[in-house]
């Protein structure tokens, strides 16, 4: 339930709608340094702009403030700025991979072999790039075929 700091109550739907706005300038602005953002450094950020907190996890809610950032870039027919938002899991993989060093050589990698393409989409329910399915296999969501 999300309220203000002084404890008075704000609805869901008024939240949210103080929420995605708030949520589509922090992912602006970390589209223009180029860098992501997770969803609850983005929680963060927005509850500290907007003065309005909820309790309940992040994952609980965050995906309907992402929807409406999405809704609006769509109707601007702009690129959406939620695909700067990924799942802690996705942001710690890439910063414990492994970064080259200055001083060494630049080695050339072995020829790899050939691998079949894997197609994939980007899923408008929880935004996460997943193989082609029916169904996205993070949420259950179901996926539109790539055009």
Do not use: N
Request: aromatic residues 4%; contains cysteine; neutral net charge.
């Amino acid at each position: 339930m999300p309220d203000r700091a002084d404890g008075t109550y704000v609805s869901q739907s008024d939240a949210l709608a103080l929420w995605w706005p708030a949520a589509r300038d922090a992912l602006l602005e970390v589209g223009r340094e180029g860098a992501t953002i997770t969803e609850q450094q983005l929680a963060e950020r927005i509850q500290a702009a907007t003065g309005v907190t909820t309790r309940p996890p992040v994952g609980e809610w965050i995906g309907r403030v992402l929807e409406r950032v999405t809704g609006d870039a769509e109707s601007r027919g702009e690129a959406t700025p939620a695909a700067r938002c990924v799942r802690p899991t996705v942001e710690r993989a890439r910063r414990s991979a492994p970064r080259s060093s200055t001083r060494s050589a630049p080695r050339s990698p072995a020829p790899a072999a050939p691998r079949p393409q894997l197609r994939e989409v980007t899923c408008s329910s929880c935004f996460m790039l997943v193989p082609a399915a029916a169904e996205c296999r993070e949420c259950g969501a179901p996926l539109e075929e790539p055009a």
